[in-house]
């Protein structure tokens, strides 16, 4: 999962400062990871990690606002209500490394010469 060139401004246009209002801060958090939250959840990984770290980026938040402020009981956030197809925020979708593309396309013209 490649959170890099994602569509931050799902988030970053609901949830502005000063005063961060947790309804709108959420409910956007939510509209944007609920779509990747079989990778975000996957401790395999450092998707959580780095979708954090660009949302803090893109938004400049202040560290920690989202895990302080949106909670919905001991497992964390509950997508039930947010589409859960990695389509979902306006064409928003789950996407490999740019990398692995290049690197069968080169094969394949490696092949053909």
Do not use: W
């Given at each position: 999962?490649?959170?890099?060139?994602?569509?931050?401004?799902?988030?970053?246009?609901?949830?502005?400062?000063?005063?961060?209002?947790?309804?709108?801060?959420?409910?956007?958090?939510?509209?944007?990871?609920?779509?990747?939250?079989?990778?975000?959840?996957?401790?395999?990984?450092?998707?959580?990690?780095?979708?954090?770290?660009?949302?803090?980026?893109?938004?400049?938040?202040?560290?920690?606002?989202?895990?302080?402020?949106?909670?919905?009981?001991?497992?964390?956030?509950?997508?039930?209500?947010?589409?859960?197809?990695?389509?979902?925020?306006?064409?928003?979708?789950?996407q490999s490394s740019p990398l692995v593309l290049v690197t069968l396309v080169c094969g394949l013209?490696?092949?053909?010469?």
């Open positions: 999962m490649n959170f890099e060139f994602q569509n931050y401004r799902i988030i970053t246009d609901k949830c502005k400062g000063p005063k961060f209002p947790a309804d709108q801060c959420c409910s956007a958090f939510k509209e944007f990871a609920c779509p990747f939250r079989d990778y975000i959840n996957d401790d395999s990984t450092d998707c959580a990690s780095a979708m954090f770290s660009y949302i803090n980026l893109y938004g400049k938040y202040p560290p920690g606002l989202f895990s302080n402020m949106c909670r919905e009981g001991k497992n964390g956030l509950a997508c039930t209500d947010v589409q859960s197809d990695t389509t979902a925020n306006g064409g928003q979708q789950a013209i490696a092949l053909f010469f």
